[in-house]
C-alpha cells in the first residue's frame, strides 16, 4: 500500500474491540487522532516496560504533555520467544500465533499498548533484537545463548513479526529489526575478504517479513532501515566492524557508489525486486558534536548530514531499486549529558540548545516523517563494572536525572527555540515549536533586558506548531520561548557561537 494510502487509513481508521486486538488489553481505547505532518516519537524500554505500572503511567502522561504521537518500544524476539538458549526451536510451537507464545511473554507489550491508546498515542514497534539461539546459522559462536545476532533465519524472524504484528495491529508502524548495521545487533557485518555481508542477511529478513507485517497489520506502516549513523565504508580491520549507513543502503539496494547494479553480490542476482517498505527509519546521532556539523566522512549520516541519506533514498527509487519513494523517519536520536556521565563533553545547557536545533534541521528538510527523543530518564551508573567507562557505558540521555529531576531539555523538549544569528547586523533568526497541541498554537519569545524579561515578539504557529522570523535583536542576548503557562529554557547567545 502507498505511504500517503497508508496515512489515509490512520487517518480514518475505525475503532475495533480492543480484546481482538491484545488480550486483555482492557480500558476504553482514546478515539485516533490525526497523523501530523511530522509526528515525535520517544523511545524508552527501560522506563516503558519494566516500571512499576504506576510509575509507567506518570511516564506517559508527561510524554503526552510534552506533545508526543508515537511511542517507539522493542518487540524482543529472544524475549518473547519459548526456550532462546535453547539449540533445537520447540516441537509443535506455531510461532506464527501470539498466543503460542509462553504465558506472560506479551504482558509488558500488552500493558503499553493499551496504556499509550488511552492517552492519544500510538506504538512504533520495532521487531528486532535479538534472535532466540535456535533461529540463527551460528549456534556455536561465544556469547549469550538468548542474544543471538548470527544472521537470523529470514523465515523464524518472518513468523515472529507476523506474530508481533497480528497483536499490535494497531500500531501506527512497525520497524524491521534496529539497527543492521551495526555490529551489537547484526553480524556477519563483512566477510573475511572485506565484502558486505550484513545487507544480504538483511534484504532477506525483509522480503520474508514485509509482507507477513503488511497482510497482519494493513493500516500501518513498515518502515525498514533502522540504521546506525557511523561505521566504515570499505576495507574493515575486522569482519565485525559496523558498515556506514550509505554504504548498507546502497548494499541493500544492490547498486554500487556509482548506483549500478551489483547482479555478482550476494542475493543481488536478477531480477531485482525493489526493496519493501513505506520508509526508511534512521539514527542520526551527533555525539559530541553540535547538529550542524558536518561529518567530514562522506558515508556518515548524522544530523547534519540528511541531505545524504535523503538524495540516496531518492536516488534509489528513480532507478528502480525501491518500491516507494522512502521519506525519513528518524526514530532514536538524543545527546549524553555531563553531568550525569563524566565520560561526555556535552554539558546540560548543550543539550537543552542542541536538541532544537537538530529539531530545526530536520523539519527544514521535506523528507522527514518523523523526529525523535532516545531516552525519558537516564540509566543509571553501573558502579561495579570496571573503569569509568565501563560504568556509564548505558545512554545518559534522557529529558529527566535517574532520580527524575527534570534537565533543561525537558522544558526545550515542548517548547524548542534556535536562535541563529543573520546575515544583517543586529538582527537574529529565530525558529521555535511549541510541540504540545493541535493547529495553530500561541508563541511567544522574550528576551532578558535589565533583569526582567520582555516580550520580542508573538507569533501563531503554523499547524503543526512551529514559526521563524527574522527580528532585530542582540545576537548575544538571552531568550526563551514562552506559550500558555509554559516557559522554555533561558537560551543564552544565538547559534552557533
Known sequence: MPVHARLAALLAAVLVVCGVLVAGCGGS???PTAVPAVVTVVQDDAELLHRTPQRIARTLDDLQALGVDWVRVTAGWSVIAPQPSARTKPARFDATDPEAYPGGAWDALDRLSRMTRERGMRLNVDIAFWAPRWAVADRDMPGRDDRR???????EYADFAQAVARRYARAAAFTVWNEPNHNAFLLPQWTPDGDPAAPAVYRAMLRAAVPRIERAAPDALVLIGATSSVGTAADPERPTERMSPLTFARELA??????????THPGCAPPFAPLPGDGWSHHPYALDLPPDARDPRPETVRIGDLDRLGDLLDALHERGRTARRLPMYLTEFGYQTNPPDPT???????QARWLPEAERIARADPRV?????????DL???PDAGDLRARWRDYQSGLRYEDGRAKPAHAAFALALSVRRSRDPGTIAVWGLVRPG?????AVVEERRGGRWERLGAWTTRPDGSFEATVTADPDGTYRLRSGNR???ALRGSYPR
Open 149 to 155: 545476532r548470527e544472521a537470523p533465519d529470514p523465515r
Open 254 to 263: 544492490c547498486v554500487d557508489e556509482e548506483l549500478r547494479p551489483t547482479p
Open 29 to 31: 481505547p482514546a478515539p
Open 369 to 377: 516523517r518523523a523526529t525523535s527523543q532516545f531516552l525519558v530518564r
Open 380 to 382: 543509571p551508573e553501573r
Open 487 to 489: 516557559t522554555g529554557p
Open 344 to 350: 561526555w563533553e556535552v554539558t546540560t545547557a548543550d
Open 438 to 442: 493541535d493547529g495553530p498554537r500561541e
